[in-house]
């Protein structure tokens, strides 16, 4: 059901099964992690609070499509397989309930073309269990309807669009994969390319990962931090891939390793904020300059946060958008708490 504009009782945040929890646990603050090895930003940026999601929620796709952030699925309301479908209007500042995602699922991947989203994959039960369904929202009949599905099931995948192609990057079937595809909008069809890996036979692999965060820079995918199996194995690698000669090569490495990171290209430089660890959740906010192949340290994150899936993140303006997310490592508290990072 489609309301104009969502009201809501619930709390800023809730807790997965515990359901007395409706704030931050106070232990979380020796979890939090928000300082960078790297160099100091000469403008580090801030962050500035937005309106709440009107549902707190986590392991969730967040698309920005024609100047609205849509929040899609995951962890929400006691149960790991929501189909809660918010929008948010940057113009008016009001949040939204549009059409109900098809499966109730979570770690939902998926990118905005034109006035449409495409999603790919998820999982049914809490980080396991993926499907391989996939569609297509239209933003102007508030509809969606299923294209091809995924030949091999699988959650937390990392999509990005490129040259009106969608990459689908990693993502977890019971363990991380390396698998590479890309689906054209066009033909309704999938190609596989080769796997993630360097190169060369010395170079690592650029997987087997999930909860990756991706970026398109110069025509060439940056995929970063993530981690093998678990986040136990978190990882730093800036692996770059280039679709003129189908290879992957390496930049810098993140300085601080984690994953369920938030990414994206904005002003010249990737943006990579939030994330978990083992007892960790991560506040630190490191951008990388592809120039001069650096990092350097920004503003931490308010809240820190992690588990925003899809595009990881939405850009409107001259702000990058961080609606909703886990405020500790895990899923056991989701959040309505929604902020935006800022140059100034």
Known sequence: ?????????????????????????????????????????????????????????????????????????????????????????????????????PVSCNHVAGVSIGSKIYTFGGFIEQN??????????DTASDRWEPIAGLSRPRGAISAIVLDGLIHLLGGRDVRSVEWHEVYDPKSNK?????AMRGSTATQPFAGQRDHMGVAVVDGKIHAIAGR????????????????????????????TARSGVSAVYFKGKIVVFGGE???????????????????????????????????????LGDMIHVPGGGPVPGGS???AYHDAFTFG
């Not at 999938?190 to 080769?194: K, S």
């Not at 490191?286 to 850009?315: C, F, I, N, Q, S």
Request: hydrophobic share 40%.
């Open 228 to 255: 093998m199996d678990s986040y136990d194995f978190n990882s730093t690698l800036n692996a770059v891939y280039d679709p003129q000669s189908d290879s992957w090569s390496f930049r810098a490495p993140l300085p």
């Open 277 to 315: 660890a083992t007892g960790r959740v991560f506040g630190t906010n490191e951008a990388y300059d592809p120039k001069t192949d650096t990092w350097e340290a920004l503003a931490p994150m308010a809240v820190p946060r992690h588990g925003l899936h899809g595009a990881t993140a939405a850009v």
């Open 128 to 137: 396991r269990c993926p499907h391989s369904k996939c569609f297509v929202y």
């Open 1 to 101: 059901m489609t309301e104009a504009a969502a009201t809501t009782t619930d709390p800023l945040f809730a807790g997965l099964n515990d359901r007395s929890i409706t704030a931050i646990p106070a232990t979380v603050d020796k979890q939090r992690y928000m300082t960078s090895v790297a160099p100091k930003a000469a403008n580090p940026g801030k962050w500035v609070e937005q309106p709440r999601l009107p549902i707190p929620t986590g392991e969730h796709a967040v698309i920005e499509c024609q100047g609205n952030i849509h929040v899609i699925a995951g962890y929400a309301r006691h149960r790991v397989d929501g189909n809660f479908h918010q929008v948010f209007d940057a113009q008016s500042g009001a949040w939204s309930l549009k059409a109900p995602f």
């Open 190 to 194: 999938y190609t596989e390319l080769a």
């Open 333 to 335: 508290v989701q959040g």
